[in-house]
């Protein structure tokens, strides 16, 4: 697969990277531990080099998977982690609960270093901007674990453009994680720019709209009760009806391109800039290899311009989280 620079850091990695975080939370059923293993070794042997955890997934059940499953492959890839949550356990509100205090910080990267089996943790971000807690102080605890050689980049997830660059200037930010795809656009309009600005690379979460854009969920699709996308307002049922527009055109851009829905949405994104690596996540190993896949569709000017067409004919209905969640976004 195509290698790519995350930023201006000489951070490289492989033009798709897998993300975890549904091989242990948040959407239901969760798999076996060996399938995910067995998914998480087949992704290396795919090519994948890049692969996204996070402490609170579980918690810490994702990097404990993580971590032995990649254990063989030491060198050959990079391993991104999250902190800035105390991590929910059974009876609290996961989202609730917001720590980027420096004591914090230095206290978690040693339990997310055992348990991802590493000596240095490759990309480390702030999960979520804590409100309490100077961006500048964030960045100077991760600057000192860089010093140290506890980790070698630092990364930032759902942050405004300014809190970047207020971080930015403490210690550079190597890569910022949020979402964007075809259905949650939101970046383009300051978030990109601020990027390309300061030569930092963009990791969008949730490519593939949470599932949506695969083309395998529609409006009489049910959900495990303790799936999270019950409780997204753009997954209620008449929202679902409504938006499954964008699929119907991905659809036929796929068939003439001989693509899945999937790919085609994968290989937009991937045309945005060359900077730009997604992480769709999978527990099935036919899914990894169909986003694999999508890395080799090639999108001439005039099919990048027919989705664009075609999409600004659509507005997406429903917000991508509950009010509470979004508030912990973009500040």
């Known amino acids: 697969m195509q290698i790519r620079k995350l930023g201006n850091r000489n951070l490289e990695v492989t033009a798709l ?35 996204d955890t996070a402490e609170v997934y579980g918690p810490y059940a994702n990097e404990e998977l993580v971590g032995e499953a990649l254990a063989p492959f030491r060198g050959q890839v990079v391993i991104a982690t999250k902190f800035g949550w105390k991590p929910a356990f059974e009876g609290e509100a996961r989202w609730s609960r917001l720590d980027s205090r420096p004591e914090h910080i230095r206290q978690v990267v040693e339990g997310s270093l055992k348990r991802l089996r590493v000596d240095v943790i490759d990309l480390y971000y702030q999960h979520r901007v804590d409100p309490e807690v100077p961006i500048e102080d964030v960045a100077g605890a991760v600057r000192d674990l860089i010093e140290q050689g506890k980790v070698r980049h630092f990364g930032m997830s759902e942050a405004a453009p300014m809190t970047i660059r207020r971080a930015h200037a403490v210690q550079p930010v190597t890569a910022v994680q949020s979402e964007y795809s075809l259905w949650y656009r939101e970046p383009e309009k300051e978030l990109l720019p601020t990027l390309e600005e300061l030569g930092i690379g963009f990791v969008p979460f949730s490519p593939l709209g949470k599932g949506f854009l695969t083309g395998k969920i529609d409006e009489n699709t049910t959900f495990d009760a303790a799936d999270f996308r019950t409780m997204v307002p753009r997954f209620k049922q008449e929202n679902r009806k409504a938006n499954h527009a964008l699929v119907d055109f991905l659809n036929r851009i796929a068939e003439r391109k001989h693509a899945t829905p999937s790919q085609i949405a994968l290989a937009w994104l991937l045309e945005q800039k060359p900077w730009i690596v997604p992480i769709p996540g999978t527990t099935k190993v036919h899914r990894l290899e169909e986003n694999i896949g999508a890395a080799a569709v090639e999108l001439t000017p005039e099919d990048l311009g027919e989705i664009e067409s075609a999409a600004a004919q659509i507005t997406v209905q429903g917000a991508r989280y509950p009010e509470h969640i979004e508030q912990m976004s973009n500040r």
Do not use: K, N
Request: proline letters at 6%.
């Open 17 to 51: 990277g897998l993300g975890c975080m549904g091989m242990s939370w948040s959407y239901h059923p969760i798999p076996d531990r060996t399938q995910v293993i067995s998914l998480l070794r087949a992704a290396v042997e795919r090519g994948v080099t890049f692969f």
